[in-house]
């Protein structure tokens, strides 16, 4: 009985066509990956917005208010997640502390990024940002017991925001937006020059 074997040709070509596809998805996936990180990134911070706006509401302790601190002590990679005393001093918590962003993502914007003009959301008709971050002029926000969100330094705003930018070719940005009487938190994506929705 006679088997029958491959060819060194149809070998090579199954070789060439397992390499052609595994360069194909090296390629997708070194497109894609400033993307996953910039997403995580994110969810990181509006995970962390979302904890202390419930921990301001539960109120289990004694706590005065939560708050998100962003460009911790002047780096726009660090943020610190911290509890306050009615007295402002800080209230020992077994979670908070500093948070590093992952490499390559830092709170910052550049509107040069864009061609034209950004197409920004409702929430900003009347004043588009222009800066990295800005809670009522504070780096800072404030989550207190009935919801509400104001800056670090107690001031109220309608709408505060933060950028988050990977700085890879071509940079890719979120924008996360809180609005201060409900505390709401949103996570765009900017990609050319429209924004939408995480």
Same mark, same amino acid.
């Given at each position: /009985?006679?088997?029958?074997?491959?060819?060194?040709?149809?070998?090579?070509?199954?070789? %060439?066509?397992?390499?052609?596809?595994?360069?194909?998805?090296?390629?997708?996936?070194?497109?894609?990956?400033?993307?996953?990180?910039?997403?995580?990134?994110?969810?990181?911070?509006?995970? %962390?917005?979302?904890?202390?706006?419930?921990? %301001?509401?539960?109120? @289990?302790?004694?706590? %005065?208010?939560?708050?998100?601190?962003?460009?911790?002590?002047?780096?726009? *990679?660090?943020?610190?997640? /911290? $509890?306050?005393? $009615?007295?402002?001093?800080?209230?020992?918590?077994?979670?908070?502390?500093?948070?590093?962003?992952?490499?390559?993502?830092?709170?910052?914007?550049?509107? *040069?990024?864009?061609?034209?003009?950004?197409?920004?959301? $409702?929430?900003?008709?009347?004043?588009?940002?222009? *800066?990295?971050?800005?809670?009522?002029?504070?780096?800072?926000?404030?989550?207190?017991?009935?919801?509400?969100?104001?800056?670090? @330094?107690?001031?109220?705003?309608?709408?505060?925001?933060?950028?988050?930018?990977?700085?890879?070719?071509?940079?890719?940005?979120?924008?996360?937006?809180?609005?201060?009487?409900?505390?709401?938190?949103?996570?765009? *994506?900017?990609?050319?020059?429209?924004?939408?929705?995480?």
């Amino acid at each position: /009985m006679k088997h029958k074997a491959f060819t060194i040709i149809e070998i090579l070509i199954v070789v %060439a066509i397992v390499v052609i596809v595994a360069g194909i998805a090296i390629v997708a996936y070194s497109n894609a990956e400033p993307v996953f990180e910039l997403n995580g990134a994110a969810d990181q911070i509006v995970s %962390a917005l979302n904890l202390a706006k419930q921990r %301001a509401i539960s109120r @289990t302790d004694n706590t %005065a208010y939560w708050q998100v601190e962003f460009s911790y002590l002047g780096d726009n *990679t660090k943020f610190r997640f /911290m $509890a306050y005393n $009615a007295d402002g001093s800080e209230h020992p918590y077994g979670d908070t502390g500093v948070f590093t962003l992952p490499q390559g993502i830092t709170i910052d914007f550049s509107s *040069t990024d864009f061609g034209g003009g950004i197409i920004w959301p $409702a929430e900003f008709i009347s004043t588009p940002p222009n *800066t990295d971050i800005d809670f009522s002029g504070s780096d800072a926000i404030r989550f207190l017991p009935v919801g509400k969100a104001v800056s670090g @330094t107690g001031n109220d705003f309608n709408v505060g925001y933060l950028f988050l930018k990977n700085s890879k070719n071509p940079p890719n940005y979120k924008l996360i937006v809180i609005t201060g009487l409900t505390g709401r938190i949103k996570a765009y *994506t900017l990609t050319d020059d429209r924004l939408s929705l995480q």
